[in-house]
């Protein structure tokens, strides 16, 4: 009976006599498993949302009939029975009419020995059902190069249907006929070879009898080495976060998971390493952190127009404070801490999961983490690490590290956030929702109603724009950055699209805590209306270049985004290559240009950053270092960690690596230093230390200039300046 000493928003239930307190809104079938009480299920998997179909969960909450308690919620008081002899004798009798219809033993069970089904069965004596077996098969299909379906160990349960379409979001699987004649069906009922299935494999992990079962083993392993231990199916189903794990599935993939051992000192991974593996600590603790120069690059000296007197040098942001700077004192990570700027350094330990946006984004390493004591750690493939991150009570334990350590950080990493008082920094930590986004998954759809403020925690969120003849991109949002204040604050209409680019993680604050927050602190308030101001100035100014310039061929020739672009008359220009010297002699003999690119009428648009309208450099940055300002401007971070992923996924070459000398720790003699190339990524800076970029003022021909393409071109086409 809940009483006055009950929290708010927590029940107090009662479960085969004992009493356990839960959340508000959680099934009895949660409540049990959260207290150790054991209620069997074949149709309900931790990641899928519940439909009590098998009915094996049934319990007796005192009711005229047993219930189905996976999809029945507490309630204050609540008395429940799981192990009765009514309960048992009805379980019993579901499971002799399923195992009616089940082949003995079936592919799964010949295989791997663990169809749930026959397990479940075998430990309630209905092995032998009092029942008629089905007389009528329904066949099997082996059109699929990568999975045998045989229909006739088909229970129904609807595991693989909710698989592929809620967790992948393939929504190939569906239900066909009824009664007698029900089954699954692929697409239109085709054969699984011939639908639209991409073998992705969920049905089959999801599948808890041989209905589908995988034909041949998956090759992807780790190597192992020295402090290395590989682990058999058997042994990780001792692991507690694997119980309940497809055997099937964990013996194809048990190569894809080892138990590592580091001494103290030992290297566990380095910063811009790319990587495919993520880490979680079972002993011991690891230092997190960054070695390069907490600067960035800048070009300097020299008198005006003799550029070949000019060098670049690493400049610290007290040296060179730059405008809208968003991110003052943290640097995003990939780990469940940030590091704070002035001494990018922090400690990890055990239930510290790391690397976990490089295992399932493909993206650089973030940071260095070496051993600071003894550890020892799982290291995983990305097919281990999403079976672990679907389970409930591993998700459970990451999140409530995340919410303990990090989110306080994460929030305060907002400048505006700073005044945010403790008290309210507590009830945001129990009261946001974390959530988790496939890549191609809308989070915010232009137009609808506004009703969530989000902060991104893993991954990268694309922000754009729809408009007549095309899509606008506005920006590449990853840990540490904000989006939805705007249609909170201003109608409560979202007034652009978002959507996951890749594995995306996001803290949602709910829009009653966000107007809370406005009501309770100005100043956030303030800084939060300052920031949506100029986002919705910039969108409007290029709304504005939308209505003046034909955007079909403005996006033709990708020129729509532009602030700033390098053209060549081709009329004038002798091909004498002296604004590309130019560019290299005023940057230490690196190029920021290359005379070739989109041709527009007369003119050459040179390869040189023209601050592109889908900026690709942008995704996958793994600490954020590269960012666009309202003014669209692109600009690279002081903690860049040269990993040189912006300069791949930029199109047009148009970043480069720029290498210094400078001094870093030495790990063999501790207190001393020792000189090191270091790598931070350029772009064009339109020598903004001179009257006119260095291309432009070394043209013997008037044939280069800079140019503001939506007046150049407006003008070109007879549209007139934008108003």
């Given at each position: 009976?809940?009483?006055?000493?009950?929290?708010?928003?927590?029940?107090?239930?009662?479960?085969?006599?004992?009493?356990?307190?839960?959340?508000?809104?959680?099934?009895?079938?949660?409540?049990?498993?959260?207290?150790?009480?054991?209620?069997?299920?074949?149709?309900?998997?931790?990641?899928?949302?519940?439909?009590?179909?098998?009915?094996?969960?049934?319990?007796?909450?005192?009711?005229?009939?047993?219930?189905?308690?996976?999809?029945?919620?507490?309630?204050?008081?609540?008395?429940?029975?799981?192990?009765?002899?009514?309960?048992?004798?009805?379980?019993?009798?579901?499971?002799?009419?399923?195992?009616?219809?089940?082949?003995?033993?079936?592919?799964?069970?010949?295989?791997?020995?663990?169809?749930?089904?026959?397990?479940?069965?075998?430990?309630?004596?209905?092995?032998?059902?009092?029942?008629?077996?089905?007389?009528?098969?329904?066949?099997?299909?082996?059109?699929?190069?990568?999975?045998?379906?045989?229909?006739?160990?088909?229970?129904?349960?609807?595991?693989?249907?909710?698989?592929?379409?809620?967790?992948?979001?393939?929504?190939?699987?569906?239900?066909?006929?009824?009664?007698?004649?029900?089954?699954?069906?692929?697409?239109?009922?085709?054969?699984?070879?011939?639908?639209?299935?991409?073998?992705?494999?969920?049905?089959?992990?999801?599948?808890?009898?041989?209905?589908?079962?995988?034909?041949?083993?998956?090759?992807?392993?780790?190597?192992?080495?020295?402090?290395?231990?590989?682990?058999?199916?058997?042994?990780?189903?001792?692991?507690?976060?694997?119980?309940?794990?497809?055997?099937?599935?964990?013996?194809?993939?048990?190569?894809?998971?080892?138990?590592?051992?580091?001494?103290?000192?030992e290297i566990i991974c380095r910063e811009g390493e790319f990587g495919s593996t993520a880490f979680y600590i079972l002993e011991g603790k690891a230092k997190v952190s960054i070695s390069t120069p907490i600067a960035h690059v800048k070009t300097q000296g020299g008198a005006k127009g003799l550029f070949k007197r000019l060098t670049s040098t690493l400049v610290a942001r007290e040296e060179d404070k730059r405008e809208e700077e968003t991110r003052d004192r943290t640097i995003p990570i990939d780990a469940s801490v940030d590091l704070s700027y002035g001494n990018p350094v922090a400690e990890l330990g055990p239930g510290d999961l790391f690397g976990e946006m490089t295992c399932m984004n493909f993206y650089p390493r973030s940071a260095t983490?070496?051993?600071?004591?003894?550890?020892?750690?799982?290291?995983?493939?990305r097919n281990v690490l999403d079976i672990m991150l679907k389970n409930k009570s591993f998700r459970a334990q990451l999140d409530q590290t995340y919410r303990r350590r990090a989110l306080e950080n994460h929030l305060r990493g907002v400048p505006m956030f700073a005044d945010l008082s403790p008290d309210f920094i507590e009830h945001l930590k129990e009261s946001v929702e974390l959530q988790r986004f496939a890549p191609g998954q809308a989070i915010a759809l232009q137009g609808e109603p506004a009703d969530s403020f989000y902060l991104v925690r893993i991954g990268f969120v694309k922000i754009s724009e729809n408009y007549p003849g095309g899509e606008m991109v506005l920006a590449y949002l990853s840990r540490g950055d904000f989006f939805g204040?705007?249609?909170?604050?201003?109608?409560?209409?979202?007034?652009?699209?978002?959507?996951?680019?890749?594995?995306?993680?996001?803290?949602?604050?709910?829009?009653?805590?966000?107007?809370?927050?406005?009501?309770?602190?100005?100043?956030?308030?303030?800084?939060?209306?300052?920031?949506?101001?100029?986002?919705?100035?910039?969108?409007?100014?290029?709304?504005?270049?939308?209505?003046?310039?034909?955007?079909?061929?403005?996006?033709?020739?990708?020129?729509?985004?532009?602030?700033?672009?390098?053209?060549?008359?081709?009329?004038?220009?002798?091909?004498?290559?002296?604004?590309?010297?130019?560019?290299?002699?005023?940057?230490?003999?690196?190029?920021?240009?290359?005379?070739?690119?989109?041709?527009?009428?007369?003119?050459?648009?040179?390869?040189?950053?023209?601050?592109?309208?889908?900026?690709?450099?942008?995704?996958?940055?793994?600490?954020?270092?590269?960012?666009?300002?309202?003014?669209?401007?692109?600009?690279?971070?002081?903690?860049?960690?040269?990993?040189?992923?912006?300069?791949?996924?930029?199109?047009?070459?148009?970043?480069?690596?720029?290498?210094?000398?400078?001094?870093?720790?030495?790990?063999?003699?501790?207190?001393?230093?020792?000189?090191?190339?270091?790598?931070?990524?350029?772009?064009?800076?339109?020598?903004?230390?001179?009257?006119?970029?260095?291309?432009?003022?070394?043209?013997?021909?008037?044939?280069?200039?800079?140019?503001?393409?939506?007046?150049?071109?407006?003008?070109?086409?007879?549209?007139?300046?934008?108003?």
């Amino acid at each position: 009976m809940t009483t006055a000493t009950t929290p708010p928003g927590l029940v107090d239930i009662t479960i085969d006599g004992q009493s356990v307190r839960v959340p508000a809104g959680t099934s009895v079938f949660d409540a049990a498993r959260m207290n150790g009480i054991s209620i069997p299920t074949l149709c309900h998997l931790q990641n899928q949302t519940p439909v009590g179909v098998c009915r094996l969960c049934v319990v007796d909450t005192g009711a005229r009939v047993l219930t189905a308690s996976c999809v029945r919620p507490v309630e204050p008081g609540l008395n429940v029975v799981t192990n009765s002899e009514k309960v048992l004798g009805a379980r019993k009798t579901l499971l002799e009419l399923m195992m009616a219809d089940h082949p003995s033993p079936c592919t799964r069970q010949l295989n791997s020995g663990d169809c749930e089904l026959e397990t479940l069965a075998s430990a309630a004596g209905a092995s032998q059902p009092r029942f008629a077996k089905r007389t009528v098969a329904r066949g099997e299909d082996a059109s699929s190069l990568a999975i045998a379906v045989d229909h006739d160990a088909c229970i129904l349960c609807d595991r693989c249907i909710r698989g592929c379409d809620e967790v992948k979001n393939n929504f190939v699987l569906g239900g066909m006929g009824k009664g007698y004649s029900a089954g699954i069906a692929f697409d239109l009922n085709s054969p699984m070879g011939d639908s639209t299935c991409i073998s992705c494999g969920e049905c089959m992990v999801s599948c808890p009898t041989g209905a589908l079962t995988n034909k041949g083993v998956v090759g992807t392993a780790i190597a192992t080495g020295p402090g290395a231990q590989g682990f058999e199916a058997e042994d990780l189903l001792q692991i507690p976060v694997f119980k309940g794990v497809s055997g099937t599935f964990l013996e194809l993939n048990r190569g894809a998971i080892v138990k590592r051992r580091y001494r103290k000192g030992e290297i566990i991974c380095r910063e811009g390493e790319f990587g495919s593996t993520a880490f979680y600590i079972l002993e011991g603790k690891a230092k997190v952190s960054i070695s390069t120069p907490i600067a960035h690059v800048k070009t300097q000296g020299g008198a005006k127009g003799l550029f070949k007197r000019l060098t670049s040098t690493l400049v610290a942001r007290e040296e060179d404070k730059r405008e809208e700077e968003t991110r003052d004192r943290t640097i995003p990570i990939d780990a469940s801490v940030d590091l704070s700027y002035g001494n990018p350094v922090a400690e990890l330990g055990p239930g510290d999961l790391f690397g976990e946006m490089t295992c399932m984004n493909f993206y650089p390493r973030s940071a260095t983490v070496i051993a600071e004591s003894d550890v020892v750690a799982f290291e995983m493939l990305r097919n281990v690490l999403d079976i672990m991150l679907k389970n409930k009570s591993f998700r459970a334990q990451l999140d409530q590290t995340y919410r303990r350590r990090a989110l306080e950080n994460h929030l305060r990493g907002v400048p505006m956030f700073a005044d945010l008082s403790p008290d309210f920094i507590e009830h945001l930590k129990e009261s946001v929702e974390l959530q988790r986004f496939a890549p191609g998954q809308a989070i915010a759809l232009q137009g609808e109603p506004a009703d969530s403020f989000y902060l991104v925690r893993i991954g990268f969120v694309k922000i754009s724009e729809n408009y007549p003849g095309g899509e606008m991109v506005l920006a590449y949002l990853s840990r540490g950055d904000f989006f939805g204040e705007i249609g909170l604050l201003d109608g409560g209409v979202r007034t652009a699209t978002c959507i996951a680019l890749d594995h995306v993680e996001l803290v949602r604050v709910s829009g009653n805590d966000f107007r809370q927050m406005m009501e309770r602190f100005p100043s956030v308030r303030k800084g939060l209306e300052a920031v949506a101001a100029g986002r919705l100035a910039a969108n409007q100014q290029r709304m504005q270049m939308v209505h003046n310039v034909p955007i079909d061929q403005f996006l033709s020739q990708g020129l729509m985004e532009a602030q700033s672009l390098l053209i060549l008359d081709l009329q004038n220009c002798t091909r004498c290559d002296a604004c590309v010297n130019a560019c290299a002699d005023a940057h230490d003999g690196v190029t920021r240009l290359i005379r070739d690119g989109l041709r527009f009428d007369q003119y050459l648009v040179a390869t040189s950053c023209r601050q592109c309208r889908d900026p690709l450099c942008m995704v996958g940055c793994p600490v954020g270092s590269i960012r666009r300002r309202n003014s669209l401007e692109v600009i690279i971070e002081d903690w860049c960690i040269g990993c040189g992923l912006c300069a791949q996924n930029c199109p047009y070459g148009n970043i480069n690596l720029h290498p210094f000398e400078v001094m870093i720790d030495d790990p063999e003699r501790t207190g001393r230093k020792k000189a090191a190339i270091k790598q931070k990524a350029t772009s064009c800076d339109l020598c903004t230390h001179l009257k006119e970029p260095s291309c432009v003022y070394a043209c013997p021909h008037d044939a280069a200039h800079r140019v503001d393409p939506r007046t150049f071109f407006a003008d070109m086409l007879g549209q007139g300046h934008p108003k």
